[in-house]
C-alpha cells in the first residue's frame, strides 16, 4: 500500500519580525486523518508559523504542502481554498452578527444573501448533528457563551469546506466542561478523516488529545514525537530546553498567628448582584490558602474586595486582628498597600499594568509617591531605574530593560514585573489571582517557586486560580467556593481532581 | 364657507413647512447617508462638510462654464470622490488619524473653493448666478390639473410632490437602496461587518482595504450629489460657506440615528423640520412671548441638535471598529 502524503507539511519556513527570527526553518509534517499538537513556550513561533499556513502572515521562505502538492498561500482566502481553516485564539466573530451571518461572511454564495442563507441554514443543521456542534443560528455571536463562539468558529471553517482544521490556544478560555465538549468535536472531526492541528501549551491536552506532536523553542522545531511514545516531563523538557519540575517542592507548612480574618462577607459586583454571599475564612501567617472553583463564582469578586478595589456588601475584615470594614477610609486600595496589603490582580494587563507605560514604571504603581523614587520637586528616574534593573534580575524579567514599555513583555514576564513589585514591598498577607495565567511552563516553575518561598519567610498567602493543578500544587489549605460561597475545604492530599471538580459544581460538599 | 377656507389656509401652511423640510432635509440626508456608509465600514468622516462645499463649488463653476448642469453634477462628484480618496489614502493606506484627516480637508476645501471661485470669476469668491437652464430640472408629473379639484390629495400633489428637484427623487431612491444594501446584500453584510471586527473580514479572505475604500468612495460620490443639490439645484450659484455647518449636522443626525438607516432619516427630517419651523417663525409675533429675536429663533436646530445629542440619544453605539485603522495582530 503506497504511504499517503502528509494532509499538511511545511518545508523550510522562515520568518522574521524585524531583528526578530520567529520562524527558522521551520519543517513538520501532519498525517491526515490525526490530531497533531504545536506546542511551545509563548514566543517559540508555533502562532506564526500556523499564521503563515492560513496566509495570514507572509512568510519570508519555505514551501506549504496540501496532501503532498505545494500550494500558494498568499492570503487566508488561498488556505480556503487548499481546504484549511482556522480557530484563532481571540475569535474572529462579528459580535452584533448572528450565527448565521458570521458563518456566511465571505462566503456568502451570492450577490444577495437570501439563498445563501438558506442553504447554510440546511448545512449548519447537518454539520451540528454529524460533529456535535450546536448553537442557535439566530442568536448574535456576542450573547453566545465562549465555548459557543468557539463552535461558531469551527462551523465557519468547515462550511467552507476545511479538511484541516487549525486552533490556536483554544482552550484558554474555556471551563473543564466546554473544554471537554471541544475534545469531544475533535475527535469527531478525527473519525470523519478531518485533519486536526492543535496549537497550545498545556501539556496534558496534548497527551490526551494528540496522536502526535511537533515541539518548538526559540523559532525552530526541536522535536516531532509520536505521542504515545513521549511523556510531559519529556515534552516540558523539550519546550523549556532544561529540566523542568512540574511538581512543586515544598515542606509543610507552619502556620503562625492568623493575618486575615474574613467573616459573613458580601459582595456586590458591578450591577449590583450578590456575587459573594457570605464568606469566612482565615489565612494564617506562613500558609498558601488557595481558593478553588469554576471561574465566575465570586472567587474575583472576593480578591478585589479585599483589595480594597470593590466596596463591601457586609461582613467582618480583620487584619492582624484589627477590624477594617468599619473604617472605609482605610479599607481603601492605597490605605490597604500602607497596612502591608500586597494584591497581584488577576487581570495583569487591564489592573496590574499600564501597558504603554515603561517597565520601571510599572515597577512602582501604587508606591509612586514613596520618597525613596521621589525629588523635592521630580521623580527620581535614576532610583527608579536602579530599584527596577534590580527587581529584573531577581526576578528573572526578560528583556532586563526596564525602559520598555509593559506591553512588549511576554505574558509571563509581566507577570514578573508584578510579582516583582507586590512581593518586594514585603508585604504581610499577599492576595493573588491567577498568577500563571498565560505563562510559561518555564516561568510557573519560577513563580510557583517564589510564592512558596514568600510563604516560608512567614506571609500569609490567598491565591485565587482557575487551574486546579496549580491550587493543589501550591495550597496548604483548599478552600472550594460555588456560587458565592466556600462550600468545602480540602486538605491537598485528599484533594483528588473528581473530587474537587464535583465540589466545584455544586455537587457535593465535603464530608 | 368660511370654514373651509380656513383649513383651506391651515392645510397651505402644513404643505409649505413639510415642502420646506424636504428640501432642506435632502442634503442632509444625502451628506447623513453618506457617513452612514463610511462609519460602517470603519471609517470615521467629519469630512463631510468640506466634500460638500467642494462639490456645491464644482458643480455651481461647471455648470456655469458650460451650461450644463450634469456635467456640474458629474464635476461635483468627481470633486468630492478625489477628496475621499484623499482620505480614504491618509487613514486606510496609512492608518492615519481619521478626524484630523477629515479637519483638514474641511478647512482645505473652505480656502480654496472661494480661492478658486475668485480666480475663475472675478465676482468676490461666488460664481456668478445660474440661470434657469443651468440649474438641475425638476420633475413635472402629469395630472395636477386633473387632481386640483380633489381635497387634501390634490394640494398634496400640487405642492409637495409636483416639481420635486430631481435630486429629492434620487434622494428618496438612495434611502431605500440603502436599507436595501445593508440588510440583503452581500456588500451590505461585509460592510458592517468590517466597521465591527476587521480581522474577521480579514480571516475571512476578504480585504479590509478594498471594503473601505469601495464604502468611502460611495461617501464621496454622495457628498458631491449633496453639494450640487446646494448650488445648482436647491441654490442658484455657489457662495462661501454655503455648506453652513450642515455637514457636521448630518454627522449628529447619523449618531442621533444610531448608525442605522430609517431612524437616520428621520432624525435629518426633524433637524430639517426645526429649520423650516425656524424660517417660518422669524418676525411672527407668538401668543404671550411676543416676537422673538431672529437671532433665538435661528438657534433652534442647534440647541436641538445639542439636546437630542446630549441627552435623549441614550446609547448611541457606533460601530466597534470606527475610527480604528486596521492593522494585523501578529
Not at chain 1, 448572528?98 to 447537518?126: D, H, P, Q, Y
Not at chain 1, 478560555?173 to 469527531?188: G, S, Y
Not at chain 1, 457570605?278 to 463564582?297: C, D, P
Not at chain 2, 452581500?186 to 479590509?208: K, W
Amino acid at each position: 500500500m503506497p504511504q499517503l502524503p502528509p494532509a499538511l507539511e511545511t518545508r523550510g519556513v522562515n520568518k522574521w519580525f524585524g531583528a526578530n527570527h520567529a520562524n527558522r526553518d521551520v519543517s513538520l509534517a501532519v498525517p491526515k486523518g490525526t490530531i497533531h499538537g504545536v506546542i511551545g513556550e509563548n514566543g517559540a513561533g508555533k502562532s506564526t508559523i500556523m499564521s503563515i499556513v492560513y496566509g495570514y502572515l507572509p512568510a519570508d521562505g519555505g514551501t506549504i504542502l496540501v496532501d503532498g502538492r505545494p500550494v500558494a498561500v498568499r492570503s487566508p482566502r488561498d488556505a480556503l481554498a487548499a481546504g484549511i481553516g482556522m480557530v484563532h485564539q481571540h475569535f474572529m466573530l462579528v459580535d452584533p452578527f448572528t450565527v448565521l451571518e458570521n458563518v456566511l461572511l465571505g462566503a456568502e454564495g451570492g450577490v444577495t444573501l437570501a439563498a445563501g442563507m438558506a442553504r447554510a441554514r440546511t448545512e449548519l443543521i447537518r454539520l451540528a448533528r454529524d460533529y456535535g456542534l450546536e448553537v442557535d443560528l439566530d442568536r448574535p455571536v456576542g450573547e453566545l457563551p465562549v465555548g459557543a463562539q468557539q463552535r461558531v468558529e469551527i462551523l465557519k471553517a468547515l462550511y467552507r469546506g476545511a479538511d484541516i482544521l487549525i486552533l490556536d490556544e483554544p482552550t484558554g478560555v474555556l471551563t473543564p466542561q466546554e473544554t471537554d465538549h471541544l475534545f469531544r468535536i475533535l475527535r469527531a472531526l478525527r473519525e470523519q478523516g478531518k485533519t486536526v492541528v492543535i496549537i497550545t501549551h498545556k501539556l496534558r491536552e496534548i497527551m490526551e488529545l494528540t496522536d502526535n506532536v511537533t515541539v518548538m523553542r526559540r523559532g525552530q522545531v526541536v522535536a516531532n514525537v509520536a505521542t504515545a511514545h513521549t511523556s510531559r516531563e519529556e515534552l516540558a523538557e523539550l519546550m523549556v530546553g532544561r529540566k523542568v519540575l512540574l511538581r512543586v517542592e515544598k515542606a509543610p507548612a507552619r502556620p503562625g498567628a492568623p493575618v486575615l480574618e474574613v467573616a459573613g462577607l458580601r459582595v456586590r459586583d458591578g450591577a449590583g448582584v450578590e456575587r459573594v454571599k457570605g464568606v469566612g475564612l482565615t489565612v494564617r501567617a506562613g500558609e498558601i490558602v488557595g481558593i478553588a472553583g469554576v471561574s465566575g463564582n465570586g472567587q474575583s469578586e472576593l480578591l478585589e474586595a479585599l483589595a480594597g478595589m470593590r466596596p463591601l456588601a457586609g461582613g467582618s475584615v480583620r487584619l492582624r486582628g484589627e477590624e477594617l470594614a468599619n473604617q472605609p477610609d482605610r479599607f481603601t486600595a492605597r490605605g490597604l498597600r500602607a497596612l502591608g496589603v500586597g494584591h497581584v490582580p488577576e487581570d495583569r494587563q487591564r489592573v496590574g499594568l499600564v501597558t504603554s507605560f515603561e517597565a520601571q514604571e510599572c515597577a512602582i504603581l501604587g508606591h509612586q509617591g514613596d520618597p525613596a523614587f521621589n525629588g523635592r520637586l521630580l521623580m527620581d528616574r535614576r532610583a527608579l531605574f536602579d530599584r527596577c534593573a534590580a527587581e529584573m534580575d531577581a526576578y528573572d524579567v526578560r528583556p532586563r530593560d526596564p525602559r520598555l514599555p509593559a506591553a512588549n513583555f511576554s505574558g509571563g514576564n509581566q507577570q514578573k514585573i508584578v510579582l516583582a513589585r507586590e512581593m518586594e514591598r514585603n508585604p504581610d498577607l499577599l492576595l493573588v489571582g491567577q498568577p500563571t495565567r498565560g505563562v510559561d511552563i518555564g516561568a510557573i516553575e519560577f513563580i510557583h517557586r517564589r510564592l512558596v518561598a514568600l510563604r516560608d519567610q512567614g506571609k500569609a498567602i490567598l491565591l485565587v486560580s482557575v487551574e486546579l493543578d496549580e491550587i493543589r500544587a501550591l495550597s496548604d489549605r483548599i478552600l472550594v467556593m460555588f456560587d458565592g460561597r466556600l462550600v468545602g475545604e480540602v486538605a491537598p492530599a485528599e484533594a483528588d481532581e473528581r473530587r474537587l471538580g464535583l465540589m466545584m459544581a455544586g455537587v457535593a460538599e465535603a464530608a | 364657507m368660511m370654514g373651509e377656507q380656513r383649513m383651506d389656509d391651515a392645510l397651505l401652511v402644513v404643505l409649505l413647512l413639510a415642502d420646506a423640510t424636504i428640501r432642506v432635509a435632502t442634503p442632509l440626508v444625502l451628506a447623513a447617508f453618506a457617513a452612514l456608509y463610511s462609519e460602517r465600514a470603519g471609517v470615521v468622516d467629519i469630512g463631510l462638510e468640506g466634500k460638500m462645499l467642494a462639490g456645491a463649488f464644482f458643480a455651481a463653476a461647471v455648470a456655469s462654464s458650460t451650461g450644463s448642469p450634469w456635467l456640474g453634477l458629474g464635476a461635483a462628484v468627481a470633486a468630492s470622490v478625489a477628496l475621499a480618496l484623499v482620505h480614504g489614502f491618509a487613514c486606510i493606506t496609512h492608518k492615519g488619524n481619521q478626524v484630523v484627516s477629515g479637519m483638514a480637508i474641511n478647512i482645505l476645501v473652505a480656502g480654496l473653493a472661494p480661492t478658486l471661485a475668485y480666480a475663475w470669476f472675478r465676482q468676490g469668491g461666488q460664481t456668478p448666478l445660474l440661470p434657469g437652464e443651468a440649474r438641475l430640472p425638476q420633475i413635472h408629473l402629469p395630472g395636477v390639473e386633473a387632481l386640483s379639484g380633489v381635497p387634501v390629495l390634490g394640494p398634496v400633489y400640487r405642492e409637495l410632490i409636483d416639481d420635486a428637484s430631481v435630486l429629492i427623487w434620487l434622494t428618496v431612491l438612495l434611502v431605500v437602496a440603502t436599507h436595501w444594501v445593508f440588510t440583503r446584500s452581500r456588500f451590505g453584510l461585509r460592510l458592517r461587518a468590517v466597521g465591527e471586527n476587521p480581522s474577521a473580514v480579514d480571516t475571512a479572505g476578504l480585504s479590509v482595504t478594498r471594503l473601505r475604500y469601495q464604502a468611502v468612495i460611495i461617501t464621496g460620490v454622495l457628498t458631491g450629489i449633496a453639494g450640487a443639490y446646494l448650488s445648482t439645484a436647491h441654490g442658484a450659484g455657489f457662495v462661501r460657506d454655503m455648506t453652513a455647518g450642515k455637514g457636521y449636522l448630518a454627522l449628529a443626525a447619523l449618531i442621533f440615528g444610531k448608525w442605522r438607516p430609517w431612524p437616520t432619516l428621520f432624525a435629518c427630517l426633524l433637524f430639517a423640520f426645526t429649520d423650516a419651523v425656524q424660517v417660518r417663525l422669524q418676525g411672527v409675533p407668538l401668543p404671550v412671548v411676543g416676537v422673538i429675536p431672529v437671532q433665538f429663533i435661528q438657534m433652534l436646530p442647534y440647541v436641538l441638535t445639542v439636546l437630542l445629542l446630549a441627552g435623549f440619544v441614550g446609547r448611541a453605539v457606533a460601530p466597534k471598529a470606527s475610527g480604528v485603522p486596521y492593522v494585523k495582530e501578529r
